[in-house]
């Protein structure tokens, strides 16, 4: 039985939201993470909502506590530091370029991806199977300077997912991408019911992003702490590698038959998904699920993580512009979205632009017309954690049904969650399917 949301898309006001403007690191207000948000709701759903907000406030703040702590001393390394402000300057010309795949290289050499049935603890479809796929990986820095530091992560160097498929004819596929340090194909099965997916009929494939899992460091302190804490020069790589071995994966699936696949995450997999977009434009779908955007911008709107704000303006010699830019090759603001925007009625893998701002690039709309499509936004914050705000909606009320032009909804396959996602946590403030790089 569907059920109903308690927030629908129109009832969020974004009026008083700035207009989205590039460069985005530019443009934006200072205090953008700080903006409000204006939603109607009655009051019993407020107090849902802030009810599970100081749920989810603890739970980033524990997340924040574990990634500041884990880049702190590569923040203050003297040497380091003059290091990293070489490094940074190597990326700068590749946000000039229109293609973000000048950055982005599609791989040029195969993957010999291995089968290996999963444990039994994890899901086991009764109608088909479920592996463990895993591979080498062939990837390779694109900064010079960093090869052997990076390529020194040998744990880092395999790839792996994890993949549930139907027996017979290959089906249509959704791609998970999981959140920092939420890695465990378990909990993410259970999060996210993707048991409910698989039983709709999808083929389904979670992906690991690199240094989390069996991809961490043998000393590393916990899953993802070496994701973020070795400064934003390698920050470019591992999102580089992320996609890199993320685009194989989709490549075999291709080679098995794959009829159509799209892709979505929580959180850093949101942003991972937004990305992604840019990247291809073949995916059927995009849903990013209360996604960051800008990483700056995060920092400053989780504590303790905003006090090392300050810390970073100085080791990079910048102000918040400059941080932005530094961050802003792998940001989804950045680069125009690929995958279009369905007509209503459609099938899920319809293939129509209907946003007007396709149409008309300039036309900048309202960054609260730019939110995701897919999930509404319910926050102050510039980017969403992935805490426990999901574990209230499968895929909130716009992953169920997608907003699109014109006021018309799009039948889909999702499930519409009960809960809508609470302050504190909040989705890319554009919409991807109409998203143009202005």
Not at 189 to 218: M, S
Not at 369 to 383: F, H, I, K, T
Request: include cysteine; proline fraction near 8%.
């Amino acid at each position: 039985m569907t059920e109903l949301p308690r927030i629908h898309p129109d009832d969020y006001c974004d009026e008083d939201l700035p207009r989205l403007a590039q460069p985005w690191w530019q443009t934006l207000p200072g205090n953008f993470h700080a903006l409000p948000d204006h939603f109607l709701a009655d009051n019993d759903t407020r107090w849902r909502i802030d009810y599970t907000a100081s749920i989810d406030t603890l739970a980033r703040t524990g997340l924040a506590s574990m990634a500041g702590a884990a880049a702190l001393p590569a923040t203050l390394n003297i040497s380091r530091q003059r290091e990293e402000r070489a490094l940074v300057d190597f990326y700068r010309p590749f946000l000039q370029e229109e293609d973000p795949n000048t950055f982005f290289s599609r791989p040029t050499q195969t993957a010999n991806i291995e089968r290996i049935p999963v444990a039994p603890y994890h899901f086991q479809p009764e109608d088909g199977d479920a592996h463990t796929l895993r591979f080498r990986s062939p990837f390779e820095p694109k900064n010079p300077a960093l090869r052997d530091r990076y390529l020194g992560h040998r744990r880092n160097r395999t790839a792996w997912a994890q993949h549930w498929r139907h027996h017979g004819e290959p089906r249509p596929t959704l791609i998970m991408i999981h959140g920092f340090v939420a890695d465990p194909y378990w909990l993410n099965t259970r999060w996210l019911a993707l048991p409910w997916f698989y039983k709709q009929g999808f083929d389904v494939l979670l992906y690991t992003l690199p240094f989390h899992g069996r991809r961490k460091g043998r000393f590393a302190p916990f899953s993802g702490a070496e994701f973020f804490s070795q400064g934003m020069a390698l920050l470019n790589e591992t999102f580089a590698h992320a996609i890199h071995d993320l685009r194989l994966f989709m490549d075999y699936l291709r080679e098995q038959g794959t009829p159509a696949m799209g892709a979505t995450g929580i959180s850093l997999g949101g942003y991972t998904t937004g990305l992604l977009a840019a990247l291809e434009d073949d995916l059927a779908f995009a849903i990013p699920n209360v996604p960051l955007v800008s990483i700056m911008d995060l920092m400053q709107s989780w504590f303790p993580i905003n006090l090392q704000v300050g810390l970073l303006k100085k080791v990079y010699g910048t102000d918040l512009q400059g941080l932005r830019e530094v961050t802003a090759l792998h940001s989804p603001l950045t680069w125009p979205c690929k995958v279009p925007q369905c007509r209503a009625h459609d099938h899920w893998w319809c293939r129509r632009p209907l946003c007007a701002t396709q149409a008309q690039p300039s036309a900048a709309p309202a960054l609260g017309e730019l939110r995701s499509a897919l999930v509404p936004r319910q926050s102050s914050a510039a980017s969403g954690s992935g805490a426990l705000s999901e574990s209230h909606a499968r895929f909130h009320e716009g992953g169920a049904r997608g907003e699109v032009g014109g006021g018309e909804r799009l039948n889909s396959p999702f499930p519409v969650g009960a809960m809508p996602a609470p302050k504190g946590v909040c989705d890319m403030r554009m919409r991807l399917w109409g998203h143009r790089r202005w």
